[in-house]
């Protein structure tokens, strides 16, 4: 972001005229938001950067508009257009202070007191500042980002505001939507300052692209709608290889993600003594009895089964690693590869580079974090930065690799990584992963038998689990959304999305 305002500022554009124009929409956001008189005494947070700057112009329109502002300003030194807004802003009559107590009761709060320009923890006073802000209930709208996230990692600096409303300004900042910060973000918004694309793509251009996974990307990716001349294997064979009997319900699941994939035709292998339970609740699936170990884990697939007749193959749900064997078997073959729970376990102990590199086909790894950290041992700079290391996970093994998490990342062999920005703690749930695999797969074997690209639907399969659960807890709360209702809301979620629906 820096690189690019820099560009703006050498191609003539004014630093004023910029933070001017950035604050006017911020403004206005601000008013519409939190309208006077609803709201009367608003606290304005002004650091020494750029950030403050903007708070300033804010401050200043605030109090035109009628409001009462009272600024808390921490540090007096500060960069010189900042001083500039500060010193119109008081010959307004508007108080300064520099403590935050003055503060606390008023109805919001404006906080810009660091953007991306915070370089190391903050400490002292202003952090006690922050620290009793965040004791108080009223709403807090940051601008840019939180001050004391960092702008990338989402880390907290020391410590940081607890916005309510985070307006971020002209890019997406990572931070937002790393995990670590979202106890800090409140609801983010975007306030577009009309950026030429050209600065942004000779900046961004050449780096690995992040990407926020949007409803019309996740759509039309999704095989839909079918063409009228097709049949069942035209429509994508997968095979699910799941199940113990120790975690029978993780079978059932990962087969409910699948059907609701809409996939051609479901072959569902279980331990031999799973198979009538399966049979009984899958009735759409053909369900295939394995061999089973004594405790109850598939021992090894059938000889009935060709690996080489499915489309793809999905393994790992329930299966308990005695069931590791047939994680081998499958990582041998040459059909496409989703590996979830003990599939991924069975990996990590088999050796997770050195196994991949050997594999040709497409292989999808659904790691929480725990297993992800089995698979893939961090490194000390990426401990704090996940999206770092989802991308050299990926690029490492050449899988596709999606980190489940609140906002679950997708890593992608060329760098890329995809986020899904909206979800729901409906989903921290046993079991909701279960149907993400099966779903997932589901789509994948579809892409497989339409020939497109199958990577995309890796963003479709989270961003539509992700919304079934969503929908599913506005009509349920979000302790009503259990992983067989969660199933169920994957269809009912859709039509909303989708013309065809209508
Ligand atoms: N292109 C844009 O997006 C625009 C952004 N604007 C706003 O400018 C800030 C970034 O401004 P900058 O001056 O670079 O940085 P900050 O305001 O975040 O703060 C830097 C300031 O703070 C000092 N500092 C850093 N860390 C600490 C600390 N821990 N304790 C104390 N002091 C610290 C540092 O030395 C600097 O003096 C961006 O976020 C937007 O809000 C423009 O207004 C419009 C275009
Ligand atoms: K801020």
């Not at 072959?267 to 394995?290: E, F, H, R, W």
Request: charged share 15%; glycine share 10%.
């Amino acid at each position: 972001m820096s690189a690019i305002e820099g560009r703006l500022f050498a191609a003539g554009m004014p630093v004023a005229a910029l933070m001017e124009k950035v604050a006017q929409a911020i403004f206005k956001r601000v008013i519409a938001l939190y309208p006077h008189p609803r709201v009367r005494r608003i606290g304005v947070l002004v650091g020494p950067g750029h950030n403050g700057g903007d708070a300033l112009v804010v401050a200043r329109e605030l109090h035109f508009a009628g409001y009462e502002v009272l600024i808390y300003r921490p540090l007096s030194k500060g960069k010189e257009l900042t001083g500039q807004h500060g010193e119109y802003v008081a010959s307004l009559g508007v108080k300064f202070h520099d403590q935050i107590e003055p503060l606390l009761d008023c109805d919001l709060i404006v906080d810009g007191l660091f953007g991306f320009g915070l370089e190391r923890s903050i400490s002292g006073e202003i952090a006690e500042g922050i620290n009793r802000l965040n004791a108080q209930s009223q709403p807090v709208i940051s601008i840019d980002l939180p001050s004391g996230l960092h702008t990338d990692t989402g880390a907290v600096l020391g410590t940081a505001i607890q916005a309510n409303h985070t307006l971020c300004l002209g890019l997406w900042k990572l931070g937002l939507f790393q995990d670590q910060a979202l106890a800090y973000v409140g609801k983010a918004e975007l306030i577009d300052f009309d950026i030429p694309l050209a600065d942004i793509q000779a900046v961004l251009g050449d780096r690995h692209p992040i990407h926020r996974i949007t409803s019309t990307v996740a759509i039309a990716h999704l095989p839909l709608p079918r063409p009228q001349l097709t049949h069942k294997y035209k429509e994508g064979h997968l095979l699910a290889i799941c199940g113990s009997q120790r975690y029978m319900g993780a079978a059932l699941l990962c087969g409910l993600g699948a059907k609701a994939s809409g996939v051609g035709m479901l072959t569902i292998a279980v331990p031999n003594s799973l198979k009538p339970y399966m049979s009984q609740q899958l009735a759409d699936a053909l369900v295939v009895g394995c061999p089973e170990t004594a405790s109850g884990a598939i021992a090894h697939l059938p000889d009935s089964i060709d690996l080489s007749s499915f489309g793809a193959i999905a393994c790992g749900c329930g299966l308990t690693l005695d069931g590791m064997g047939v994680v081998q078997a499958v990582l041998e073959s040459d059909r496409p590869l989703i590996l979830d729970a003990d599939g991924l376990n069975a990996l990590a102990q088999l050796g997770t580079i050195p196994t991949l590199c050997q594999r040709q086909a497409f292989t999808l790894l659904t790691p929480h974090p725990g297993e992800f950290k089995r698979l893939f041992p961090p490194d000390q700079d990426e401990s704090e930065d996940l999206v770092r290391a989802v991308r050299r996970a990926s690029e490492q093994t050449g899988a596709v690799v999606m980190l489940k998490q609140a906002r679950t990342a997708i890593g992608y062999p060329d760098g890329s990584v995809w986020i899904n920005p909206e979800s729901t703690p409906a989903l921290a749930r046993g079991g909701s992963g279960d149907v993400l695999t099966g779903l997932s797969s589901g789509l994948i074997a579809q892409a497989i038998a339409r020939k497109i690209p199958v990577e995309p639907l890796v963003q479709t399969a989270v961003w539509w689990h992700a919304q079934a659960a969503i929908s599913a807890a506005l009509a349920r709360t979000e302790l009503g959304v259990d992983a067989v209702t969660l199933s169920e809301f994957l269809l009912q979620v859709l039509p909303q999305f989708t013309r065809s629906g209508n």
